[in-house]
């Protein structure tokens, strides 16, 4: 049964459309990343635990190679490209530094892996599912993901996502999840998405750490009201 299920289970997940540039493989980005970022359920058991510099430098590397990877397929970044367009009001008075903006990634993403911050500054996955999706109904020619500069529309099912920081951030999904999980910054503005999750977060706990302390205050006046009528 086994061996039929095997043998007829030959779908490849990963295949390529031969007209678009191939997207990089992030799994070793994505497996490294779960070893140094636990999931919430399990941080509990293991709160204070630190991820080991050495592992958290081989998610930044495994990342600039993936994202070197696209650099080459689309043929982006260090050329230089000044594409133009057809001068589409759209985008008339944005800087064209997309093409930069891969460059400046891989660059600081080889800086993380030759100097490990101490924990991962990145968000969660739950912060990227919770993102805004962008329709395809509304995005038109000109728009294109500031990271791999494909225009949106060359993609039929395109998984758009718009940042919190600005109405013009727009991204490809799997573009930005994986910087965005390692970073926790807009590529473009650079808000800290991740400081602000983790402030949110420390306050939690801090609110957390208070009911408990009052919970175990009354559990102590309890035990001495009993104490009282032993
Ligand atoms: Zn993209
Ligand atoms: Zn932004």
Known sequence: MATYEVEHNTTDPRITNQDRPRRPDLSTFFATLSEITPNPAETRTREHAVPVPGDVSA??????????????????????DDGGGEGGDETAGEDH?????????????????????????????????????????????????????????????????????HTTHLFDLECVRPWLRLRGTCPLDRTDFGKKQREKELERRKQQE??????????????????MYV
């Open 59 to 80: 998610a930044f590397r495994s990342l600039a190679e993936a994202f070197d990877v696209m650099r080459r397929e689309h043929d982006i970044g260090g050329a230089g």
């Open 97 to 165: 530094h997309g093409a930069a903006l891969i460059d400046q990634m891989i660059e600081a993403l080889v800086q993380g892996a030759e100097l490990p911050p101490r924990e991962v500054e990145g968000v969660n996955e739950e912060f990227c599912d919770s993102l805004d999706r962008v329709p395809r109904s509304t995005l038109n020619d000109s728009q294109s993901c500031p990271i791999c500069s494909n225009p949106f529309l060359d993609d039929p099912y395109p998984l758009v996502v718009r940042l919190p920081c």
């Open 210 to 227: 208070k009911r408990r302390a009052a919970a175990a205050a009354v559990e102590d006046d309890e035990d001495d009201l009993d104490g």
